[in-house]
C-alpha cells in the first residue's frame, strides 16, 4: 500500500486506539479521534495532564490501530512528540481540517497537539475470504 493510500484510508476512519507505555512499563491505551497529514503523520489532542501526555514525556513510544469495524486495519508504530510554540500552530491547524468541532479547546489551549512520525504500518484486510496484510511503503 501507498503512502497516499494509507492518508485516504485514516482520513475515512477518523478515529482509532493509541497505546502508550505506563510508568511500569504496561501498555495504557485509549480511542480518540486521529486526524493524518499528506506526510502520514497522524496527530491527535490531549489534556496536558493526561496519562498518555506522561507517558510519551517519558518515552515516545507509541503504537496505533485503526479501523476494524469494516474488516479492514492500519497498525502502526512510531515515536510521539507534544508539539510546540509554531509547530503547535501548524499541527493543531491540520487537526481541526478533519476535527473543527474541537476548534475552542485547540486554540484555546484546552489541549496539546501530538505529533506521531510512524516507523512502521501495515494494513489488513479481513473480509474476504483470504486475508491481505500488506506493509506501508514511504514511512
Avoid: H
Avoid at 499528506?38 to 496505533?64: H, M, T
Avoid at 491540520?94 to 505529533?115: D, H, K, M, N, T
Avoid at 486475508?131 to 514511504?138: A, L, R
Amino acid at each position: 500500500m501507498k503512502l497516499e493510500t494509507m492518508v485516504e484510508y485514516v482520513r475515512a476512519q477518523r478515529s482509532g486506539v493509541i497505546s502508550t507505555l505506563g510508568p511500569d512499563g504496561g501498555p495504557q491505551a485509549a480511542y480518540l479521534p486521529i486526524a493524518v497529514t499528506d506526510a502520514g503523520e497522524l496527530i491527535f489532542d490531549a489534556k496536558p495532564d493526561s496519562r498518555k501526555v506522561a507517558n510519551l514525556l517519558r518515552d515516545a513510544r507509541i503504537a496505533v490501530v485503526i479501523g476494524g469495524v469494516d474488516g479492514t486495519t492500519l497498525q502502526a508504530e512510531g515515536r510521539a512528540d507534544v508539539t510546540e510554540g509554531a509547530e503547535e500552530a501548524e499541527y493543531g491547524e491540520q487537526y481541526l481540517r478533519s476535527f473543527p468541532e474541537y476548534a475552542a479547546s485547540v486554540r484555546g489551549g484546552g489541549v496539546v497537539i501530538i505529533r506521531i512520525r510512524l516507523d512502521w504500518a501495515r494494513f489488513g484486510d479481513f473480509r474476504g475470504e483470504r486475508s491481505v496484510v500488506t506493509e506501508i511503503g514511504d514511512l
